[in-house]
């Protein structure tokens, strides 16, 4: 569901604290004054202008002394805010531990799926919501801190800048199946189609999101079947035909063999750590390291992107056009109003459930 619910107000009590009187006597002549439509439950970049102003302040501060400590966090948190929205909603489950604190029937979180072994960052995430929990105490959500730790790593990778709308609540549930709903690196352009159009993502989305792969690394667990083993004959030559001759030996040199999950490889080889057009340059090499990214060629659309971006002509379109995506992506299955709740730990959920 890509849509938001419409919150209710009819609980002034359960309004939260963090509303303002104010702010709820607006939002209140709003909704008499709105079409019907606009009472759906909306984010907004102002939310915590009154209940926390130098929000945003400091979560910059705070990424900026992380990255400098720890530069290879950058796709990390890009990667974070991907998984959470993908799965629920932006509601911060992917945050969750598993156990006798998620409040759920199967003890086992998205954070233990195999589709996420290798997330990295939970750490610093849960650092900078103390920071702000020592400002404006039980005010900010780990969903719209993981909004703004995705956007200040993109920006401080020489990235995009853009508004996060916010106001999301976090959710109370955990569930490792459905990591189901996050598209295997295997995916062929169909395959991707569909699992974005399930959250309301275009294929323009798509081709856009994945210059996401601009920032990071893969384990050699997450292609090495292009390589070795590509139809299940597992010999030298059962490589994938959407993967560049040349690039096969580099990368075999790196992934020595199929059951190596520990080896990194760079996703935009020399860049790794820039946000920058390079990614597609490479992919249209057909030199993509996954073969989800290979698949952006498949399609006619994504393969005409792919190929403008490539000329490295056009980067200020792309730095827009990802904005405008993540903005879209941000918004998947929010919880907003009095839905879930502020955490006080990200990593679980408050104890009076
Ligand atoms: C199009 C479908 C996508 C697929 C199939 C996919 C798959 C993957 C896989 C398999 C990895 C490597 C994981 C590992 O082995 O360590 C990865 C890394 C990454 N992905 Fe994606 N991804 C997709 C879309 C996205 C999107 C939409 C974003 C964010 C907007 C994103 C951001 C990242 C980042 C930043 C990394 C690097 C993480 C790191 O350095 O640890 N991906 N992705
Ligand atoms: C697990 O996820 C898949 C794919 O989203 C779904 O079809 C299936 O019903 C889920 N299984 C359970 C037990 O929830
Ligand atoms: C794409 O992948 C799907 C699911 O993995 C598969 O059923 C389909 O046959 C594939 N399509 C093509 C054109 O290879
Ligand atoms: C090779 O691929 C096949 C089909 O995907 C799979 O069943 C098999 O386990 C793979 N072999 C190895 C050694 O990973
Ligand atoms: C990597 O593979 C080894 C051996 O199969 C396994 O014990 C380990 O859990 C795997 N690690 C990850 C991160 O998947
Ligand atoms: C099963 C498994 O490997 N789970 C890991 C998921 O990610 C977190 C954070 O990196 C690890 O602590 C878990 O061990």
Redesign the pocket.
Known sequence: MATSRSSSLSGGMSTPALLQQSTAAALFLLLLLAPPTLTTAQLDINFYSKSCPELEKTVRQEMLAILKESPTLAGPFLRLHFHDCFVRGCDASVLLDSGPNTPIPAATAEKDAPPNKSLRGFGAVQRVKDKLDALCPSTVSCADVLALMARDAVFLSSGPSYAVPLGRRDGLRSVANDTKQLPPP???F??LAAMFAAKGLSPKDIVVLSGAHTLGTARCVSFSDRLYNYTGANNLADVDPELDGEYVTALRSRCQSLADNTTLAEMDAGSFETFDAGYYRLVAKRRGVLHSDAALLEDEETRAYVERQATGMFVAEFFRDFAESMVKMGSIGVLTGDQGEIRNKCYVVNSHH
């Open positions: 295997t995916s062929n169909t395959r």
